[in-house]
């Protein structure tokens, strides 16, 4: 009597490949819903550092060119632009999140350094995301300046 050929069985069925397949797609999605509210929460940090880092930029080219330099806040709070001197001319023009919305309070619509680095008017000015308020505060002297979440 003959015997059969022996199969070798060493490969996947069809079942368990679907299988390991789904968990693969299933912890990977997990992760990616857990990533979204930490970019949400990272965006307002993100938009207060530029913003330190233009504040600082133009105090800095000030002082370096010995001639003002000014921030302008919109009042439809979509941008804020850097000008040079006393011209409109921008150097700078910065979009702002549409989520974010700038609130014009004490320091009106904009901040100008003085050629030695001084700001001309202290204040205050309010960017609202969600349901977070955050002052950024404008002290009267060296341009010094600190944010505080409200």
């Not at 990272?42 to 938009?47: E, I, R």
């Not at 600082?56 to 001639?67: D, M």
């Not at 505060?137 to 944010?147: A, C, D, E, I, Q």
């Amino acid at each position: 009597m003959k015997s059969l050929p022996q199969v070798n069985e060493k490969g996947f069925t069809l079942i368990e490949a679907l299988l390991v397949l789904s968990i693969v797609i299933i912890i990977s999605s997990i992760s990616i819903l857990q990533l979204r509210p930490l970019h949400e929460s990272k965006k307002m940090d993100q938009f207060l550092e530029q913003l330190q880092n233009d504040i600082f930029l133009s105090q800095q080219y000030a002082i370096s060119n010995s001639e003002p330099a000014t921030l302008y806040f919109s009042s439809s709070g979509s941008y804020y632009r850097l000008t040079k001197g006393d011209s409109q001319v921008a150097f700078i023009i910065r979009k702002i999140d549409p989520a974010i919305h700038i609130q014009i309070t004490t320091l009106g619509q904009k901040l100008v350094f003085t050629s030695n680095g001084n700001i001309r008017r202290a204040g205050e000015i309010r960017f609202r995301y969600k349901e977070s308020v955050y002052i950024v505060t404008f002290l009267l002297g060296k341009g010094r300046f600190y944010v505080s979440k409200g």
